[in-house]
């Protein structure tokens, strides 16, 4: 069974860092692009980055290009998004997703990341 | 960017309903869309791929259609499970997708 567990969100000041984590199991991480897409509260839904599954090719949105880092340890079966400079805009639950093909085909339950002061 | 507008925005209906939702595209994408249901709390989940693939495990009352800038999500026969939120994605500028709105599905 496919599996994305996101940890590591939080409330956090403005201009603070945050690093979130998505642990994958049930297939071969290392053969699938995957990407974050985040819900603000209430709002719909926005992707934010995504990497390749060598990790070799990164792209972000660019509402985050400059402050957020995408990353990859296919060894760890894990995903990582480091967030840097958080703003009350970064103020949302974080998925991590699968890529098949152009669409997102499982992901994980989310993790809530609250930018406030 | 490509801008994807879904209407309605929110849309009240009866189990046994055929009920279809449209997605409009600001420019053409050819085939490269997808839907998503969305339950409340709960994480979005791929209902069509590439316009009107049916993902695995997905009953077949869910169908979508179209090409270019118009499309559309069909459920031709709502069931008590099927209220939700749906997204359409649109995937011509893949990685950097963006998504509808989204349609509020509600039990009238």
Do not use: H
């Not at chain 2, 925005?9 to 050819?30: H, P």
Request: hydrophobic share 30%; glycine share 10%; net charge positive.
């Amino acid at each position: 069974e496919v599996q994305l567990v996101e940890s590591g969100g939080g409330l956090v000041q403005p201009g603070g860092s945050l690093r979130l984590s998505c642990a994958a199991s049930g297939f071969t991480f290392s053969s699938y692009e995957m990407n974050w897409v985040r819900q603000a509260p209430g709002k719909g839904l926005e992707w934010v980055s995504y990497i390749s599954s060598s990790g070799s090719t990164i792209y972000y949105a660019d509402s985050v290009k400059g402050r957020f880092t995408i990353s990859r340890d296919n060894a760890k079966n894990s995903l990582y998004l480091q967030m840097n400079s958080l703003r009350a805009e970064d103020t949302a639950v974080y998925y991590c997703a699968r890529g098949k093909g152009r669409s997102f085909d499982y992901w994980g339950q989310g993790t809530l990341v609250t930018v406030s002061s | 960017d490509i801008q994807m507008t879904q209407s309605p925005s929110s849309v009240s209906a009866s189990v046994g309903d055929r009920v279809t939702i449209t997605c409009r595209a600001s420019q053409g994408i050819s085939s490269w869309l997808a839907w998503y249901q969305q339950k409340p709390g709960k994480a979005p989940k791929l209902l069509i791929y590439a316009a009107s693939s049916l993902q695995s495990g997905v009953p077949s009352r869910f169908s979508g259609s179209g090409s270019g800038t118009d499309f559309t999500l069909t459920i031709s026969s709502l069931q008590p499970e099927d209220f939700a939120t749906y997204y359409c994605q649109q995937a011509n500028s893949f990685p950097q997708v963006t998504f509808g709105q989204g349609t509020r599905l509600e039990i009238k």
